[in-house]
């Protein structure tokens, strides 16, 4: 009877073992997760740097452009920009790829404030998750300054104004790009966030 007992515990803790074995694999079956890509700074003076910091999972490469290249998946950088600038990062692995972007903003040391005579500052536009189940949801989140318009397209295929600072739950049925669309009389300004449905 013992050695029933014993049996079967062992068959349990296989069995659980083996379930536990089975999500890591499937967790990791996806495109590159970007948790964050970010500057201490998204406005700096002339001259002056800021630090680009991202932190990535289940990427084989990871890489910025701009001259930066290939990079480590977490990681941070400064950077010396000389003009206004959007920065890509792109992480790739076996099963596809994401990206992430940021605009950093160069102003002089005018006194004028970095939203003057200038295209709109998207200071964020991010995603609670990049990488969706079928069915599910996620949260985009973005804030703006300087904008008299802001959109979102690709919400069921639709253009969708909302708030220069605000959030939305979305239910993406096929992995697509969603873009956040800024502007004012100087110009736009844009950001895209790629989510991936598995």
């Known amino acids: ?20 074995c089975n999500e890591q694999i499937s967790e990791k079956d996806t495109v590159p997760i970007i948790n964050y890509f ?7 003076t002339y001259g002056n740097s800021t630090v680009l910091k991202w932190f990535v999972e289940g990427a084989t490469n990871v890489s910025i452009d701009n001259g930066i290249g290939r990079v480590d998946s977490n990681g941070s950088l ?21 990206n992430a972007s940021i605009k ?46 802001v959109s979102i397209y690709t919400i069921s ?3 969708v104004y909302v708030d220069s600072i605000g959030s939305i739950v ?6 697509k790009k969603y873009s956040l669309i800024a502007s004012n009389e100087f110009g736009t300004s844009y950001a895209y966030i790629y989510l991936s449905v598995i």
């Open 104 to 149: 950093v903003y160069v102003s002089m040391d005018n006194g004028k404030s970095p939203q003057e005579d200038s295209a709109p500052i998207i200071e964020f536009f991010t995603a609670t998750s990049t990488t969706v189940n079928y069915g599910d949801s996620t949260l985009l989140k973005w804030s703006v300054e300087g904008a008299t318009n």
């Open 38 to 44: 970010t500057a201490a700074s998204i406005t700096v």
């Open 170 to 175: 979305v239910f993406p049925l096929e992995s």
């Open 157 to 159: 295929n639709e253009t």
């Open 1 to 20: 009877m013992k050695k029933q007992i014993i049996a079967a515990i062992i068959l349990i803790l296989i069995s659980v073992f083996l379930s536990g």
């Open 78 to 98: 400064s950077i010396v920009p000389m003009e206004n600038k959007t920065y890509i990062l792109t992480a790739v692995n076996s099963y596809g790829s994401s």
